[in-house]
Structures are given as C-alpha cells and as structure tokens.
C-alpha cells in the first residue's frame, strides 16, 4: 500500500514538473520579438545555437540541463528573471544535450544505476532497473569527483617526482658533460706522449719485422712446397683406397687393405703449429719495451692529468688473469636496481642480495620494472674489465644482460638466456647451464655456493668460475658486445631461493 502511494505521489510530482516546465517555454518564446542582435552573434557551423530563435539562430550562451535547450543571450534572460527558473542548472553551450533524455521514457535521466553502471530516469529506476543499486546522478558524480581529484592528486604527485627526477638527470648530464670535457683533454695530452714514444720505436720494429718475414717467408715456401708433395702423395692413396672399396672381391680386398690402409704420419705437421708461436721474437720484445715506456708515461703524474693504473691496462692488450688475485684486480661493486625487480623479489642487504617470495612487494608501477620474469638488473653499467662474485642458494640464473632487453610481458623476449639480448649462467646442485638466445648448454662442474663472473667487454669475453679454495673455469663465451652490459639475476618458481653480490676486498 505504501508502495502504491509513494508511486502515485511521484508521479503526481512529475506531471506537475511537465506543466511547469509548458509554462516556462511559453514564456521564453514571448521573448523572441526583442531586436535582431548584430552580425557576430549569430551562431556558425561550429558553434551552438539558440534554440529559441526564429529563421537565423545566434549563438547560444547557455544550455540548461533542467530545460534541455539552449538559450542566446537574449532567451536567456528569463532564467536570470523568473523565480521558477532561477534553480535550474546552467551550463556552458551543449549540442549533446539530448543525450541526457531517456530514449525509452522520454525523460531526462538524474539518476545513475551502479548495477549496470549507467544513466537512468526516474521511471527506468522503478521499472527494468527496479531493485538495482540507483543513486541520484548527482550523488555518483560527487563519488566519481571524489576519484577523480585522487586521480589528479596521484598524477600530480608523479609530475612533481618527474620533474625532480629530470632536474637530477640534467645535472647528471652537466657533470657528465664536464667529466668528458676534462678526459678528453687529459686524454689529448697523454696520447701525444703515447704517439713520441711510439715513433721512436717505430723504425725499429719495422726493421726486425721485414729481416724476419724474409726468413720466415723462405721457410714457410719450402714447408709448403713439402706438404703439397704430401698432399700429391695422399690424393694417390685416396684414389686407390676409393678403387679398392669398389672391389667385389672379398678376398682381393683383404689381400690388399693391409698394404694399401697404413698412412704415414706427417712430418710438418708439429712445425705449423709450434712455429708460428715462435714468430717476430724480437718485435714481441720491441713492443714490450715500448709498452713499459707508455706505462711510465701514463702513470706520471703530470698537472691536469691523472689516470689509474687501471685505465692504463684498459689501453694496453692484458692476459686473461688465471688466479683469484688477478680477478681480484677488477673487481667492481654492483648493487640491484629496484625500479627493475619484479614485485615477487625482495631485495636486502642494501641492495646486493635477492630472494624470491611468495607475497607480492609494494614496488611503484616503473617502466623498467619486469613483470613476469622473476628477474632483476644492476643499477650499474658494466663496460672494459669486471670482475663479481654471487653467493647463491637454490637455484639462480646469473646473468648480463643489455640495458634494451624488454621487461613488460611473458614472451622469450624479456627472459634471461633466451634472446639475443642477455647471456645466463645457471646454478643449481650439481649441474650448470648456460643459455643464450634459446640455445642451452648443460655440463657438470665442481659444485661451490660461489660463482665468479669475469667480463672483458673489449674482447668479448665472459667467463663464469666456481669460486671456493681454488677458482675454476666452468665456462667461458667469445663473442662481440655492441652495448653496455648490467649484471642480472633470475630466479625460478621455488620461493626461499636467494643470490647476493658478494663485497669483495
């Protein structure tokens, strides 16, 4: 019963809503005989027109969401006069103003069901959208505004980190900047001594190396002249092995295998290959000489210029270091770049050490983040020679990678060993693996909770060692690197695993 009367009430209320709004009309359209208005205020193809007017329309000034018209200056007036219509809802110029009339009631929609997540009207409310979830349109959009200005606050917020963050690359390109400048001019006076000191030994080198071709040349002729006997010898041995693998005659064929099978061994083959080693003898100790002299000079500490004994062997052809304390030499400190770990990681130890969890982290949304590979990357670029260890429990991938690599998604393209972008070396008891670009190579080693990873990048080297009492080289890669490399780790789906870059000393 009550139901029935609230229904009845509310329809009485809108019939009258009807009546007055006639009314209103009527009395808006008394005022379409006032004078015509000048040229610039009639309304053009971009702009919208007054409702009201009669033959050319003006530009509207309003539209009024109560109404649903829009009104020129002039209509407009009644609005601003009567007091019916001084509560309705004024908005700037609207041509989408029927888009807020209900197409099946014909009314405008002031209400908004949350079920359905649209605008109604008062009757869609108590018909089709009886028992929804309705508020007044106005109440959504006070919640929605609410959203909307923690949107803008957070969006706010990101701008002013931006732009703090921009200010700190520019001075970090300005120090750059200025660190370049001062190497290169460091680098200029250095090099002019380098260029003396070679020109100095220049002649001398020349001299032994052409005394030495012509004696090597002459040597390496008759060598040659010998194995293309040799070679004469073994095509006719060949063509009658070949004739005597045709023969159909079991009993000829083990008669005259024996004879026909024995090879003689070569005689040059030890001098091919121990003999080039020994080559220009003389120019190797020349070349040493000059480098010693180049070493002095680099490491002389002249006004302005200054270089470590480091950068010196980064100029200079250097062995590769065979004991710890070689590596030792290179060793560099690396620390895991949070904006690149994937929320299933929780970084320690100031940033060295990783462990794979269960529970997502509470990382800031960062473009360089990977969001599927368990992965994470140095903050660190890694170029000439490095040396690091990783201490690691479970079963970890250790890994360089290029600063490209992608990072959003589950394709091959953003894993560890499985493009052509990142190189992985992985642990677990008892066995290794390498893999790069999709292609694995597995093999067994001494087992140590400590792998060593040496990066010549120059060269083209990168070595992995098992690291306890002794080092041992368990794998070693020759190839070309065109980038800047960071040092990764990457973890499987087995929680509790962890891996740290050890601080070496």
């Not at 009527?26 to 193809?45: F, I, N, R, S, V």
């Not at 194995?227 to 009658?240: P, S, W, Y």
């Not at 970890?396 to 490209?404: D, H, I, P």
């Amino acid at each position: 019963m009550t139901t029935l009367f609230n229904t009845n009430h509310q329809e009485v209320k809108l019939r009258q809503s009807l009546s007055l709004r006639g009314e209103m009309a009527e009395e808006l359209k008394k005022t379409g005989l006032q004078a015509a208005p000048a040229d610039h205020c009639y309304a053009g193809p971009e702009d919208v027109a007054c409702d009201f007017c009669t033959g050319r329309k003006r530009k509207a000034l309003k539209s009024c969401q109560v109404c649903l018209v829009s009104y020129c200056e002039q209509h407009l007036q009644p609005h601003y006069d009567v007091a019916p219509l001084k509560k309705h809802k004024l908005v700037e110029p609207s041509k989408k103003l029927q888009e807020n009339i209900c197409s099946r009631h014909d009314e405008v929609m002031k209400m908004f069901c949350r079920t359905d997540q649209q605008c109604i009207c008062y009757l869609c409310s108590v018909e089709e959208h009886k028992g929804h979830d309705t508020v007044s349109a106005a109440a959504e959009r006070t919640e929605r505004q609410r959203e909307l200005e923690g949107s803008r606050q957070n969006i706010q917020q990101r701008i002013q980190d931006r732009e703090e963050d921009v200010k700190v690359l520019q001075q970090e390109v300005e120090a750059i900047n200025g660190s370049a400048d001062e190497a290169v001019e460091h680098s200029e006076k250095i090099f002019t001594e380098l260029i003396r000191l070679m020109e100095k030994r220049r002649s001398d080198v020349k001299q032994q190396v052409r005394s030495q071709q012509e004696t090597e040349v002459s040597r390496v002729k008759e060598l040659q002249e010998k194995l293309e006997q040799e070679i004469t010898e073994l095509k006719r041995k060949d063509a009658e092995l070949k004739k005597l693998s045709h023969t159909e005659d079991h009993n000829q064929f083990l008669h005259n295998y024996p004879s026909l099978s024995a090879l003689s061994e070569s005689t040059h083959s030890s001098s091919i290959n121990i003999r080039p080693l020994k080559y220009f003898e003389d120019v190797t100790a020349a070349v040493s000489e000059v480098r010693d002299k180049l070493q002095d000079v680099l490491r002389e500490k002249q006004t302005n210029v200054s270089l470590t004994e480091t950068q010196v062997d980064d100029l200079l052809p250097q062995p590769e270091p065979k004991t710890r304390a070689d590596f030792l030499r290179y060793s560099c400190k690396i620390t895991l770049d949070p904006n690149t770990a994937n929320t299933l990681l929780l970084l320690s130890e100031g940033n060295r050490k990783a462990t794979s969890v269960n529970k997502q982290q509470s990382y800031s949304s960062h473009p360089d983040r990977f969001t599927n590979w368990v992965q994470v990357l140095s903050r660190e670029s890694l170029t000439g020679r490095c040396y690091w260890e990783v201490e690691w429990r479970g079963g970890v991938g250790v890994a360089v990678a290029y600063k490209n690599i992608s990072r959003a998604g589950s394709s091959d393209e953003c894993g560890f060993g499985f493009n052509d972008k990142s190189w992985m070396f992985y642990c677990s008891t008892g066995s290794y693996n390498f893999s790069h670009n999709k292609v694995q190579t597995r093999f067994s080693g001494p087992v140590s909770s400590r792998v060593g990873v040496y990066l010549d990048h120059s060269a083209g080297i990168l070595s992995f060692y098992s690291v306890s009492e002794t080092i041992t080289l368990l794998h070693r890669v020759q190839t070309t690197f065109t980038q800047p490399l960071y040092a990764g780790l990457r973890f499987g789906c087995f929680f509790g695993d962890s891996a740290e870059f050890c601080e070496l000393k």
